[in-house]
């Protein structure tokens, strides 16, 4: 399980990969130099420093609401495919229940 991290730090990584970043020579280099300034790791720098750039549309991606936006709608889905498989169990037993042949 992920561990939550404050969003000022990551704010303040992305700041940092903002104004320093041109000094490296790659974007990995750049992120592990800062994730040690701030306390993360490289890669979480580095996909933040990533999502950053499709948020922004400077790189191919789904942004951050896109995503959001998936998340909820599969969640959606989800519930509404239980509420039909109640239905539908529902509807078999009154069914069942109204057929004279049953009496």
């Known amino acids: 399980m992920p561990k939550k991290i404050d969003p000022e730090v990551r704010s303040r990584a992305l700041r940092l990969l903002e104004v320093h970043g041109g000094e490296y020579t790659s974007l990995t280099a750049a992120a592990e130099a800062i994730a040690k300034q701030v306390g993360v790791g490289g890669e979480t720098v580095r996909r933040w420093a990533v999502q950053a750039q499709v948020d922004a549309g400077a790189r191919a991606g789904t942004t951050s609401k896109e ?23 529902a509807t078999t037993f009154f069914a069942g229940e109204l057929d004279p042949r049953n009496r």
Request: charged share 45%; hydrophobic share 45%.
């Open 67 to 89: 995503s959001a936006e998936i998340k909820r709608l599969k969640a959606e889905n989800k519930q509404l495919r239980e509420d039909v498989a109640i239905l539908k169990a």
